[in-house]
């Protein structure tokens, strides 16, 4: 079975400065995909990055970027020159080949100061 | 501008009542899926759909809860009789690429 783990519940970053939200997981899977997504307090959820196992480029959208460590089953999330508009909780989650089932961790609350 | 439509938003009932929650689906997307966000529990999958065929309800208790989709532009998630356990965040979302899935806006069940 699949397994996500984020270990931060709760993070801060003042407005203009640079975050990383940690996630790792567990699978048994060699095709998975890898995601991140975003629940502001209007409740949607946000696809903000996907990520293909077998690629190893990283994925970057705009002003998020991941860094994924395959051997070590990590998916972290950078954003870089924080937004309000980026106070949400985030969830790393992952999907194996041949799914589309989403198994989500527990999510990072992520505050922006001004 | 595309997006997974929820109704109703926000609904409160009482205990042993029928609860449908309706969801249309972004048009094109061959796979529609039912999550369950709780405080405890986090972010669950109930049901999910790939071209209206039911592929996998193991996370929908059976007893009181059914998924259906009549048509393409429809899927139902039904609660009966209602529980206040049931009480949560109900989710649809569809896709069309492995593993993505685009969500509405979610339908916030409290059953009292």
């Known amino acids: 079975a699949q397994t996500v783990t984020q270990s931060q519940p709760e993070m801060s970053v003042q407005e203009a400065e640079t975050v990383t939200l940690s996630c790792t997981y567990d699978?048994?899977?060699?095709?998975?995909?890898l995601f991140w997504y975003k629940q502001p307090p209007s409740r949607q959820m946000i696809l903000v990055i996907r990520?293909?196992?077998?690629?190893?480029q990283n994925a970057t959208e705009n002003r998020f970027s991941v860094n994924f460590q395959k051997a070590a089953k990590s998916f972290s999330l950078k954003i870089s020159d924080s937004q309000l508009g980026d106070t949400a909780m985030y969830f790393c989650a992952t999907a194996q080949g041949g799914s589309e089932k989403l198994v989500f961790g527990k999510g990072t609350k992520l505050t922006v100061n001004p | 501008d595309a997006r997974v439509t929820q109704t109703p938003r926000d609904k409160v009932t009482e205990m042993g009542q029928e609860v449908t929650m309706r969801c249309q689906p972004i048009l094109g997307h061959n796979t529609v899926f039912w999550y369950r966000q709780t405080m405890m529990q986090g972010l669950e999958l109930l049901a999910y759909?790939?071209?209206?065929?039911?592929?996998?309800d193991s996370g929908m208790p059976k007893d009181r809860f059914s998924a259906e989709m009549p048509d393409a532009t429809l899927a139902t998630l039904k609660i009966q009789p209602s529980e206040p356990r049931d009480s949560a965040v109900y989710f649809c979302?569809?896709?069309?690429?492995?593993?993505?899935?685009?969500f509405g806006q979610g339908t916030r069940l409290t059953v009292v």
């Open positions: 699978t048994s899977e060699s095709n998975y995909y």
């Open positions: 990520q293909e196992a077998y690629k190893q």
């Open positions: 979302a569809s896709g069309l690429r492995q593993g993505e899935a685009f």
């Open positions: 759909f790939r071209n209206r065929a039911p592929l996998d």
